[in-house]
């Protein structure tokens, strides 16, 4: 007898007309006609994926839109950073709390379990992070949050900078984070990155960083981060987040970059939304789009994950917390339009950042965890496109969200008042 079984399911791999069984928070079996089980759900031919993940965002920052009159009106990375430095010191435990648990909640509600959050670090007292490390506790039966110490003000803001990323990592922080293109000089920037890689590898941690995060064809802080990936061992470990700078480069540096980047194992985190928005604010016409070569990292085998950053913040006023969105904006703004790219932008916000964060136990495999999301979707593609309602969140097993399929009410003269055809069965789609 299982615990939980999820029948008739399309998987991500193609697969179809499978049941998944759960047992003891872990899968089972995965294979046509299981049972029984105590808890039985009827994908009825509709895509099963492993969870969401988010591997770039700011839960102590989200939701602060309005706070004290707070709205990014230049629509600058700069304009977000002061008005954040404005109302950041004067933030409480309770309001970092309330912000991040009810982003949480919707969170679950859009499958995305899993999230990488940068905490700034720059104030000393460390009121966020203290509170960031507290939630993750709290939050762990129902998604896994992965905290990375941001000095967002810089490195280099305050003598004893290093003393406070110790601190949080002793707190159960797991990623060392940083902002080398925000130092007062390139000198700078690039020592950031030295001393930020030698705590982590001293630690045992992970490094993402703030990278390149410019119009700049001139800003390589990157390169510095692939040495010191190299130097210090930590390939596969290390993260380049934004990149934007990318876009604007040469075509032969850029290309010697690329390869460079994925022959160390740097990884690159792309948020398609809030770069879209942040960036080429100084252009007039033509506007470049600012997001880093997503099709170019990807063909040359470097991981490439999708991510938000930022939802109703001082960056970004929009967002919705849903995943989906970040794969079909990046479709677009990447082209990554034909069959294969637009698959890879589904993997771009589930299994590869799952890799980037180091997930343990993710996928749908006998004997990884059993989280999972059905979605209103026929397959990956069309889950992209439809922006699929997710219909079950399951963790560990057992169905934590469920969001009901309604059926249309028509009101055209000679139509059914209800619609009967299905809409939401897959061969509809
Ligand atoms: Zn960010």
């Known amino acids: 007898m299982f615990d939980l079984i999820v029948r008739n399911a399309t998987l991500p791999d193609g697969r179809t007309g499978v049941d998944i069984a759960a047992k003891d928070g872990r899968i089972a079996e995965i294979a046509p006609a299981l049972g029984p089980a105590a808890t039985e759900i009827d994908a009825a031919g509709r895509l099963v994926s492993p969870p969401f993940v988010d591997s770039h965002f700011h839960l102590d920052a989200t939701l602060a839109l309005g706070t004290e009159g707070v709205f990014n009106e230049s629509g600058t990375l700069a304009e977000g950073i002061a008005l954040w430095g404005r109302i950041a010191p004067k933030l409480t435990a309770e309001n970092y709390r309330d912000r991040a648990l009810r982003y949480i909640d919707l969170a679950v509600s859009k499958g995305l379990l899993a999230i990488r959050s940068h905490v700034d670090i720059t104030d000393p007292r460390l009121i966020g992070a203290e509170t960031l490390a507290d939630i993750k506790r709290e939050v762990a039966p129902y998604l896994d949050l992965q905290l990375v110490a941001f000095p967002q003000m810089g490195f280099f803001s305050r003598p004893d900078m290093a003393d406070s990323v110790r601190r949080v990592l002793d707190m159960g922080f797991e990623v060392v984070g940083g902002i080398p293109h925000l130092e007062p000089t390139a000198e700078h920037g690039r020592a950031s990155i030295t001393a930020l890689c030698e705590i982590a590898a001293e630690r045992g941690a992970m490094v993402d960083m703030h990278c390149d995060e410019n119009d700049d064809p001139n800003s390589r802080m990157i390169e510095t981060l692939v040495w010191e990936t190299k130097r210090l061992g930590l390939g596969g470990r290390v993260t380049g987040s934004h990149l934007t700078s990318m876009h604007s480069m040469d075509n032969f540096?850029?290309?010697?970059?690329?390869?460079?980047?994925?022959?160390?194992?740097?990884?690159?985190?792309?948020?398609?939304?809030?770069?879209?928005?942040?960036?080429?604010?100084?252009?007039?016409?033509?506007?470049?789009?600012?997001?880093?070569?997503?099709?170019?990292?990807?063909?040359?085998?470097?991981?490439?994950?999708?991510?938000q950053?930022?939802?109703?913040?001082?960056?970004?006023?929009?967002?919705?917390?849903?995943?989906?969105?970040?794969?079909?904006?990046?479709?677009?703004?990447?082209?990554?339009?034909?069959?294969?790219?637009?698959?890879?932008?589904?993997?771009?916000?589930?299994?590869?950042?799952?890799?980037?964060?180091?997930?343990?136990?993710?996928?749908?495999?006998?004997?990884?965890?059993?989280?999972?999301?059905?979605?209103?979707?026929?397959?990956?593609?069309?889950?992209?496109?439809?922006?699929?309602?997710?219909?079950?969140?399951?963790?560990?097993?057992?169905?934590?969200?469920?969001?009901?399929?309604?059926?249309?009410?028509?009101?055209?003269?000679?139509?059914?008042?209800?619609?009967?055809?299905?809409?939401?069965?897959?061969?509809?789609?």
């Not at 022959?263 to 016409?285: C, E, K, M, S, W």
């Not at 989906?324 to 589904?346: N, P, Q, V």
Request: hydrophobic letters at 50%; glycine letters at 6%; proline letters at 8%.
């Open 253 to 307: 540096y850029a290309g010697r970059l690329v390869k460079m980047m994925a022959d160390a194992g740097v990884h690159a985190i792309l948020n398609p939304a809030a770069n879209l928005h942040l960036q080429a604010r100084f252009d007039t016409y033509p506007k470049r789009r600012g997001l880093a070569r997503a099709p170019e990292l990807m063909a040359a085998g470097a991981t490439v994950a999708f991510a």
């Open 309 to 429: 950053d930022s939802v109703l913040d001082p960056w970004y006023p929009l967002g919705a917390c849903d995943m989906l969105d970040m794969g079909w904006i990046a479709a677009h703004a990447c082209h990554l339009t034909d069959r294969k790219g637009l698959r890879a932008c589904f993997d771009a916000v589930t299994e590869a950042p799952a890799k980037i964060m180091e997930l343990d136990g993710y996928g749908l495999a006998p004997g990884a965890w059993a989280d999972m999301v059905v979605l209103a979707a026929a397959d990956p593609i069309d889950a992209l496109r439809l922006r699929a309602p997710r219909t079950h969140v399951i963790r560990r097993g057992r169905v934590i969200a469920e969001t009901p399929l309604p059926a249309p009410r028509l009101s055209i003269k000679g139509r059914p008042e209800t619609l009967e055809r299905d809409i939401w069965a897959p061969s509809s789609l």
